[in-house]
């Protein structure tokens, strides 16, 4: 059995009735793959935020990179791609699109959740000064509705589970 069957059949362990109910098995799976990930980068963030670039500024000789955006610039690749795996194989595993049109489409809403990240970190750091790990979690939050429904609808469009 492959690592996507393993984990789908994992996620579906936890799809018991009172939860079938309420919601689709496709959108479970989203969100369980989706958490995933999210805490996946909430942990990056915080182990690269503190032991990696030191809460430091990040001095690159053209431009001055502060150190809550440095980290998020080093957790993005990481959690793209796991991310893209996690929803193509897993969430909308059935969508007839072509797996490079799928990763383009996934390329372009990941870009509008790094506009809404980059600017919630901006709010709710330099704006608020709320500390940058929490800032980092609340920002993700946000971002997770507009990533639903740019996934259903415009990355894996079609996807029949």
Same mark, same amino acid.
């Given at each position: ?17 009172? +939860? ?5 098995? &496709? ?15 909430? +942990? ?18 053209? +431009? ?23 929803? =193509? ?50 920002? =993700? ?9 740019? &996934? ?10």
């Amino acid at each position: 059995m492959n690592l996507a069957k393993s984990i789908t059949k994992f996620i579906d362990l936890f799809y018991i009735k009172p +939860v079938a109910r309420l919601i689709p098995q &496709q959108m479970f799976r989203y969100a369980a793959c989706g958490g995933g990930n999210l805490v996946l980068n909430w +942990v990056l963030y915080f182990v690269l935020y503190h032991w990696v670039i030191c809460e430091r500024f990040i001095d690159l000789g053209f +431009v001055v990179v502060s150190p809550h955006i440095a980290t998020f610039i080093l957790t993005f690749p990481v959690t793209f791609f796991t991310g893209y795996w996690l929803q =193509s194989r897993i969430s909308f595993r059935n969508s007839p699109l072509s797996e490079g049109t799928q990763l383009f489409r996934y390329a372009l809403s990941v870009l509008g959740s790094i506009v809404i990240n980059y600017a919630g970190l901006k709010l709710f750091v330099e704006i608020l000064h709320i500390y940058p790990t929490p800032s980092q979690i609340l920002s =993700s939050l946000v971002t997770v509705l507009y990533s639903y429904v740019a &996934q259903k609808y415009f990355t894996f469009r079609g996807s029949k589970e």
